[in-house]
């Protein structure tokens, strides 16, 4: 008996509302339609047909198994804040919400380890150790929004990182159910281990095409004893990148240095009535912190002298905030000017300045704006293209632009994709990045842990 789609589809829906509780279940093209998009600007041609609101791990591996038998493909989707279109459910996918597991089910202070469900939101996880004397390292400037699990799967960078690495290094151990609803345990409590191949470390930033991820046990950190912060100015934006590639060469180790340029200031502004632009043409926000926080600052203020229009240090953490406000709202105040387009390069971070000056010269050539943050200590820029917000699709200069940057961005030495995943907006040059043998090879690791590509396929290979 050939099975028709319509068939599958009717099969699929009929074996979850049998097997799954009765809230789990959402159909109806309204119903589904906020799932079919995540935060990339990126949209696919209509929605997925159900969602199913996984509470645990046991629904998980009834749809996946259900799912995989039937061929039909599952998109896993935690808040649905990425920014590369990795979320995005097109006609035919089930959606896997994984939003409503969000317990922490365990916090050992004296490990330093939490294990958390992947609904879990980020900053929820960090107030929670915060309690203990501990935080939670990985820091994406979405973490009041964002999942775990979905930075787990994204490998999301943040802030902090420039001191305390990306969420990888603080993922010990992980419960994902694989394709065909088999659960396993990668990984483990213990801060070392290397007992097998690092699965943990694979599914990392595997952006949902390789399992499901129910649970994480996650390393935390202390809490440091002291912050200091730093705002500079500087003429350009170019001048703000040589001094922080200065910082590096004098071996400082900032836990954040967050550069922006003069029109991302300009934006802020508008929507904040401030008037950082007239004081620079880019702000650098540094924060040292530990035992030797304020001499770490004062040494950077020293290196800084001489490269910029002004500078001022607080260690009170109300005036921090105040200035870290800016950086908050730089994306909200370039989604106000017109549909966004968020690039995410990183290249060794002695190249810098010259990846600030081979933007400048992409925009003027291909008459787009660009719009340009900065994860600045790790070399992780975000370029961001900002179009007319009535624009049906994207242009065609907006895709040259965007190709142009990734070029500079892998001959400078660096990355298409720094921290926000390779999702269905760079698939078109990733085999420039990894090359034919390796972009071969990944493909197989696909196929061995999904045979018949039920999960997200289309993404990020
Ligand atoms: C204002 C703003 C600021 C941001 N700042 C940063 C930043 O500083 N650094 C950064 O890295 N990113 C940043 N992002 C991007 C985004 O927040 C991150 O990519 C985040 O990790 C996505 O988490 P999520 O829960 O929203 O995942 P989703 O968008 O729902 O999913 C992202 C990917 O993970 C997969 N996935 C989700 N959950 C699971 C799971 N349990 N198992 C398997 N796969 C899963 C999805 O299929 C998808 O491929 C920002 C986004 C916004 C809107």
Known sequence: MTVTRLGTVEALLTALSRDLPGDALTTGPEAT?????DRSGSRPDGGPLAVVHAANAEHVRTTLRHAHALRVPVVPRGAGTGLSGGANAGPGTVVLDLS???????????????????????????????????????????????????????????????????TRDAVLGLDVVLADGTPIRTGRRTVKGVTGYDLTALFTGSEGTLGVITAATLRLRPLPESTATVAAFFGTFAEGAEAVSALTAARLEPSMAELLDGPVLGAVDDTQGTDLRSRGGALLLLQCDGRAAAT??????????????????????????????????????????GRV??????????????????????????DVRIFTFAHAADGNLHPILVLDPDTVGIPDAAWQAAGDIFAAA??????????????????????????????????RIKAAFDPHHILNPGKAL
């Open 100 to 166: 409503r597991m969000n317990r922490i089910l365990d916090l050992e202070p004296h490990d330093q380890i939490a294990v958390v469900e992947p609904g879990v939101v980020t900053a929820d996880l960090d107030r929670t150790a915060g309690e203990f004397g501990l935080r939670y390292a990985p820091d994406p400037a979405s973490a009041a929004i964002s999942t775990v699990g979905g930075n787990i799967a994204t490998n999301a960078g943040g802030l902090r990182c420039a001191k305390y690495g990306v």
């Open 33 to 37: 339609a906020p799932y079919a998009a």
């Open 296 to 337: 770490e600052a004062e040494l950077a203020v020293r290196l800084l002298r001489g490269r910029v229009t002004s500078v001022e240090t607080t260690s009170d953490p109300a005036e921090a905030d105040r200035l870290l406000t800016a950086r908050r709202l730089a994306l909200p105040a370039l989604e106000r000017l």
């Open 341 to 366: 387009l968020i690039e995410d390069i990183a290249v060794p971070r002695t190249q810098l300045a010259a990846a600030v000056r081979e933007i400048k010269a992409i925009a003027e050539r291909h």
């Open 410 to 443: 892998l001959r400078l030495g660096g990355t298409l994709t720094g921290e926000h995943g390779v999702g269905t907006l760079k698939r078109r040059w990733l085999a420039d990045e990894l090359g034919p043998e390796q972009h071969a090879l990944q493909q």
